[in-house]
């Protein structure tokens, strides 16, 4: 079973940007799509990005040309990179695959 970890979220003014990271376990990991996913206060989690075993990638429109998703199978993580960030990213991202999830990371956005 695959076990995630995320970390890189924090406090950052609006237009700043941030780089988050998912650690997985396992030895499937270049095999496997992967995604990130946000939950912003009172809202439902919803979809950010994905990106394939073969490094293809789709984002949310909301999101589009301001973050990017990638993935280094030789360290078994996949990467989120935000710029141009505004309040209303404020949520907790957590990475997944299948039915694991991380245990999600805080991103604040806010002067």
């Known amino acids: 079973q695959v076990q995630l970890v995320e970390s890189g979220g924090g406090l950052v003014q609006p237009g700043g940007s941030l780089r988050l990271s998912c650690a997985a376990s396992?030895?499937?990991?270049?095999?496997?799509?992967m995604a990130w996913y946000r939950q912003a206060p009172e809202k439902q989690r919803e979809l950010v990005a994905t990106i394939s075993n073969g490094g293809a990638t789709n984002y949310a429109n909301s999101v589009k040309g301001r973050f990017t998703i990638s993935r280094d199978n030789t360290k078994n993580t996949v990467y989120l990179q935000m710029n141009s960030l505004r309040p209303e990213d404020t949520a907790v991202y957590y990475c997944n695959y299948r039915e694991a999830w991380g245990q999600g990371t805080l991103v604040t956005v806010s002067s």
């Open positions: 396992g030895s499937i990991f270049s095999f496997i799509p």
